[in-house]
């Protein structure tokens, strides 16, 4: 099963190159040579692999955070606005909370999670009270907490004179390695932190969660058939706002990463900036997986990073780029899209078997 | 089974296709082609091509606005001093630092910033590699200006006491409007140039004309640009300015469908609505762009400063098409009132203190 799933992805990546390849050739660019600047962006130099590693870890945190709330039968279309509420709250407990090292990170951390547990779980509560779809909540949810995010950041004790950004959070807070490292290799250039480490061992957690808990087995019982389970005794709404509130917080546990690792603030936001929508395109990519999130946040990480640098070198418009790489990640998503949703729907409309795996 | 052999015939095929890239990766011919063809105009000139390149902030290249604008200048730079530009689109804020590394891995000789919200990242760029050259629009780091770095800014006061002026001059109802996008610097120039304008016209022409002032707190809201555009109109304002970018699409949504005068900010927006909009008080980052990167190729390279771009540069200035909708005793009258600013006689105010001064010397 897992290794027809793994050819399935594999080939669909080389289907989308393939396509991709066309339509660069179509506007009069050089396939090969695009993706060799591409390939040469992301693995040329050290400092290029730990960029790449980078811009992946809010990705595999956001795409293990949808592809947990998909297991209990949600879809989480608010990883972005968690994003955000953990961004935002990683940044003021970094400012405004004077702790010792290590201590401080982990518990901006932690505070991150929590606030983003409880935004998410508000959508949870709202389906399970009321009935009201998680796709739409979660959305609105997503603006309301874009909003929230500016309006804090133009507080005037949290705001940067001169600037449309916050302070910089301090640094016993921050999660990155050293600077003394940069001597040693060409590698530690770029803000390399804990975060692609705490991404993997979350994987981890999540992946143990699910398969050997109670919690796990009733979450994904509920994903499976909600009627069956709540026939077999465990109580589908309490499951649900639980499968929610994790998700929220893996998805707060990635912003609250990537200000503390990467941009030690957080700036006014004009709109969103997309980490957590592109953690839905991980989550297909990896068929829900946790672990397999962290290739997929890999794959999509580097095409992203990789991907923008073939406009420079090659004077290729930047749309063109664009859409090559979206026509990438369509094919890539697409048959993992197609399984899922006939799977889904058949189980929303009748309610099939409970599979075991 | 038969199909596993296909599966795998797939995989080989695209293995070897990555295999190829690979080839024309370490191969260099194909890299090399291009700059070398481009070298040779660039002889004509100079022994050495100079290579640039721009990091955009969020907005993209494509923002009808200073991004758009720098890029041309850059592209101008290219047909006409044979220097050879590109640009690196930010995708969001964690974007700027990776992308100023890939200019600087691309072995650019000059690095601009496009927007103050990349001043953080291209001042640390700037202090980290001290052997290549670093721009930056819209912010000044003063004295703290690396010896490699060049600050552009604009004096937005300029072309903005010119409409104020022009404005006070043609309202008829006495009252007109300023809406403003977000309080900083920069918008707070605009203002109080305007302001200066309207009390300047008041003085020379014996008139008594009102600003009412209000801000969107907002770049991107045209619905709330609209609806404060509209309250204006509705208190007997008769021409509105603003200075709020994507919100102020809405202030001129607002004149059209009231058939008021609005005036445009940062470049000519008469193309949106040709009917109100009477003129626009322009900046051309562009012009700003260029300048720098001909004093880079002239070997004059302002580095540690911040350079300043006004009027006398024409760098900025009320819209061309003034003309349609503005009398020309009025046009002509700003063509004087410019000579004054470049002169030195009149001193545009750019933010509430020396506005008050300003406001002194009119009596």
């Given at each position: 099963m897992e290794g027809k799933r793994l050819k399935f992805t594999i080939i669909s990546v080389f289907v989308g190159l393939l396509?991709?390849?066309?339509?660069?050739?179509?506007?009069?660019?050089?396939?090969?040579?695009?993706?060799?600047?591409?390939?040469?962006?992301?693995?040329?130099?050290?400092?290029?692999?730990?960029?790449?590693?980078?811009?992946?870890?809010?990705?595999?945190?956001?795409?293990?955070?949808?592809?947990?709330?998909?297991?209990?039968?949600?879809?989480n279309i608010g990883a972005e606005g968690q994003f955000i509420i953990g961004a935002l709250?990683?940044?003021?407990?970094?400012?405004?909370?004077?702790?010792?090292?290590?201590?401080?990170?982990?518990?901006?951390?932690?505070?991150?999670?929590?606030?983003?547990?409880?935004?998410?779980?508000?959508?949870?509560?709202?389906?399970?009270?009321?009935?009201?779809?998680?796709?739409?909540?979660?959305?609105?949810?997503?603006?309301?907490a874009l909003y929230l995010s500016n309006a804090v950041v133009f507080w005037d004790q949290f705001k940067r004179p001169n600037s449309e950004a916050s302070y910089?959070?301090?640094?016993?807070?921050?999660?990155?390695?050293?600077?003394?490292?940069?001597?040693?290799s060409d590698f530690f250039r770029a803000p390399v932190n804990w975060g692609f480490i705490i991404a993997i061992l979350v994987a981890i957690l999540i992946r143990h969660i699910l398969k050997n808990t109670t919690l796990g087995y009733q979450l994904r019982a509920v994903g499976f058939n909600s009627d069956a389970a709540e026939y077999g005794g465990i109580d589908v709404k309490r499951n649900i706002v639980i499968s929610m509130a994790i998700a929220g917080?893996?998805?707060?546990?990635?912003?609250?990463?990537?200000?503390?690792?990467?941009?030690?603030?957080?700036?006014?936001?004009?709109?969103?900036?997309?980490?957590?929508?592109?953690?839905?395109?991980?989550?297909?990519?990896?068929?829900?997986?946790?672990?397999?999130?962290?290739?997929?946040?890999?794959?999509?990480?580097?095409?992203?990073?990789?991907?923008?640098?073939?406009?420079?070198?090659?004077?290729?418009?930047?749309?063109?780029?664009?859409?090559v790489i979206g026509t990438i990640v369509f094919f890539i998503s697409m048959p993992k899209l197609i399984e899922m949703l006939t799977t889904l729907r058949a189980k929303r409309k009748r309610g099939g078997e409970v599979e075991s795996k | 089974m038969s199909k596993m052999k296909k599966i795998l015939a797939l995989l080989m095929i695209a293995v070897l296709t990555f295999a190829a890239v690979g080839c024309s990766g370490g191969d260099k011919t194909n890299d090399d082609k291009k700059p070398a063809e481009q070298t040779e105009e660039g002889n004509k000139t100079d022994g050495k091509q100079l290579k640039i390149t721009m990091v955009t902030d969020v907005g993209g290249v494509n923002d009808q606005s200073f991004n758009q604008s720098a890029w041309e200048g850059l592209q101008k730079a290219d047909k006409d001093l044979g220097t050879k530009s590109t640009y690196q689109e930010s995708h969001q804020e964690s974007d700027y630092v990776s992308n100023l590394e890939t200019a600087l891995d691309a072995e650019n000789d000059l690095i601009w910033g496009i927007g103050f919200k990349l001043s953080k990242?291209?001042?640390?760029?700037?202090?980290?590699?001290?052997?290549?050259?670093?721009?930056?629009?819209?912010?000044?780091?003063?004295?703290?200006?690396p010896d490699n770095a060049v600050g552009v800014v604009f004096k937005q006061e300029q072309p903005s006491f010119l409409v104020g002026y022009?404005?006070?001059?043609?309202?008829?109802?006495?009252?007109?409007?300023?809406?403003?996008?977000?309080?900083?610097?920069?918008?707070?120039?605009?203002?109080?140039?305007?302001?200066?304008?309207?009390?300047?016209?008041?003085?020379?022409?014996?008139?008594?004309?009102?600003?009412?002032?209000?801000?969107?707190?907002?770049?991107?809201?045209?619905?709330?640009?609209?609806?404060?555009?509209?309250?204006?109109?509705?208190?007997?304002?008769?021409?509105?300015?603003?200075?709020?970018?994507?919100?102020?699409?809405?202030?001129?949504?607002?004149?059209?469908?009231?058939?008021?005068?609005?005036?445009?900010?940062?470049?000519?927006?008469?193309?949106?609505a040709p009917d109100n909009v009477i003129t626009s008080a322009m900046k051309r980052v562009n012009v700003g762009v260029y300048n720098v990167v001909k004093d880079l190729k002239e070997g004059k390279f302002p580095g540690?400063?911040?350079?300043?771009?006004?009027l006398e540069e024409g760098a900025v200035d009320i819209a061309p098409t003034s003309d349609k909708h503005v009398p020309k005793e009025i046009l002509d009258k700003v063509e004087e009132i410019k000579k004054l600013i470049i002169d030195g006689e009149i001193e545009v105010p750019f933010d509430e203190d020396s506005y008050e001064e300003y406001v002194k010397t009119l009596k």
């Open positions: 396509v991709g390849a066309f339509i660069l050739l179509a506007v009069g660019f050089n396939p090969l040579e695009a993706y060799g600047v591409m390939i040469r962006g992301i693995l040329g130099k050290p400092k290029y692999i730990s960029w790449t590693i980078i811009q992946s870890t809010p990705l595999i945190l956001t795409g293990i955070s949808v592809a947990f709330a998909f297991r209990t039968g949600l879809f709250v990683a940044t003021l407990v970094g400012y405004f909370w004077n702790l010792p090292p290590i201590l401080h990170a982990i518990v901006a951390m932690l505070m991150a999670c929590l606030a983003a547990a409880i935004w998410a779980g508000l959508a949870g509560i709202l389906k399970s009270k009321f009935g009201v779809n998680e796709v739409i909540t979660t959305i609105m949810l997503n603006w309301i910089n959070i301090l640094e016993s807070a921050s999660i990155r390695f050293p600077k003394t490292l940069r001597s040693i917080a893996l998805s707060g546990l990635a912003g609250a990463v990537h200000v503390l690792g990467v941009t030690e603030e957080v700036a006014v936001l004009a709109a969103m900036e997309g980490n957590g929508f592109d953690g839905i395109a991980v989550s297909l990519i990896a068929g829900n997986n946790a672990i397999g999130c962290i290739f997929a946040g890999l794959l999509f990480g580097a095409l992203k990073y990789g991907g923008y640098k073939i406009q420079p070198a090659m004077g290729a418009p930047s749309e063109i780029i664009s859409i | 990242a291209v001042k640390a760029a700037a202090e980290e590699n001290d052997d290549v050259k670093y721009a930056i629009v819209d912010f000044s780091y003063g004295d703290d200006t022009i404005a006070a001059m043609m309202s008829e109802t006495g009252k007109v409007g300023f809406v403003g996008g977000m309080e900083s610097e920069v918008i707070t120039a605009f203002d109080y140039g305007y302001h200066a304008g309207v009390a300047y016209a008041n003085k020379v022409a014996d008139k008594d004309v009102k600003v009412l002032r209000q801000y969107a707190e907002a770049f991107d809201d045209p619905a709330k640009g609209k609806a404060i555009a509209n309250s204006m109109y509705q208190q007997g304002a008769d021409i509105v300015f603003h200075a709020a970018g994507g919100s102020g699409d809405g202030v001129i949504e607002a004149a059209k469908e009231q058939d008021k005068y609005v005036i445009g900010v940062d470049r000519d927006q008469h193309d949106l540690g400063t911040t350079v300043v771009y006004g």
